[in-house]
């Protein structure tokens, strides 16, 4: 079983992103944009029922990120006749480049390390999982376990076909079976009955990452002190003027 990391925490790496990026334009506005951009990916859940494997894939592909890159650049090429630009200024422009950023960096690239993503969906259906080790050894010299020398056998290559993340809406049982006598293992011969559904919603489920939630709201409610602040002292200075 993975313990992928929550919608909590990819949002709480997301605003530690933005909070380091956007500079003086990090506020509640670019802030609300970036965690809804970092959310966006995980939607595909919500598309478990229609298409199985769905999660993790049809809003985890890397060619989303890709794509969307794509558009602003094409679209800060055009200079005066830019639509971001012209409706929303440099300010826009960047507030949303530091938003794809993120939902490639905050939302994807965290799950192709836990668990994997099918990477390149709709274009190859395979689930990739960037995981391993990298360290140097006075026995071993340098050992990195990320790259396999040997491509895995065909039959164990996980697709939407034969392979999903189990999901909150799930409605099959997740903790076994008891039989109507309470044994549990069924050797009573009493008639066997399917427990109730326990759905999981993950918020912190490592250490690190409980750690994460608190240091995020920290630095994010911190810079937005700062951004009120400054725009508080800018008025004034306008007014004294």
Do not use: K
């Amino acid at each position: 079983m993975y313990v992928v990391p929550s919608t909590l925490v990819h949002v709480a790496l997301a605003l530690l992103i933005a909070a380091a990026l956007l500079g003086e334009e990090f506020d509640g506005r670019s802030a609300l944009v970036v965690a809804a951009a970092t959310v966006l990916p995980d939607l595909d859940v919500a598309l478990e029922p229609l298409l199985s494997g769905a999660h993790r894939s049809v809003g985890h592909t890397l060619l989303l990120p890709a794509t969307l890159f794509a558009l602003l650049w094409w679209d800060a090429r055009r200079g005066t006749d830019s639509r971001l630009r012209r409706r929303y200024g440099a300010r826009g422009v960047r507030v949303a480049a530091v938003a794809v950023a993120c939902l490639f960096g905050a939302a994807i690239v965290p799950d192709l390390v836990v668990g994997g993503v099918n990477a390149l969906y709709p274009l190859h259906d395979t689930f990739y999982t960037v995981d391993g080790r990298l360290f140097y050894s006075t026995d071993r010299g340098w050992v990195q376990t990320f790259v396999e020398r040997s491509p895995p056998e065909p039959a164990s290559r996980r697709t939407t076909e034969n392979f999903a993340f189990r999901t909150v809406l799930d409605a099959e049982p997740t903790l076994g079976v008891e039989s109507a006598g309470g044994d549990s293992g069924g050797e009573s011969g009493g008639e066997s009955r399917p427990r109730r559904v326990e759905r999981i919603f993950p918020v912190a489920m490592t250490g690190f990452r409980a750690w994460l939630l608190p240091l995020a709201a920290f630095v994010t409610g911190v810079r937005l002190w700062q951004s009120r602040r400054a725009a508080g002292g800018d008025r004034g200075d306008d007014t004294g003027a």
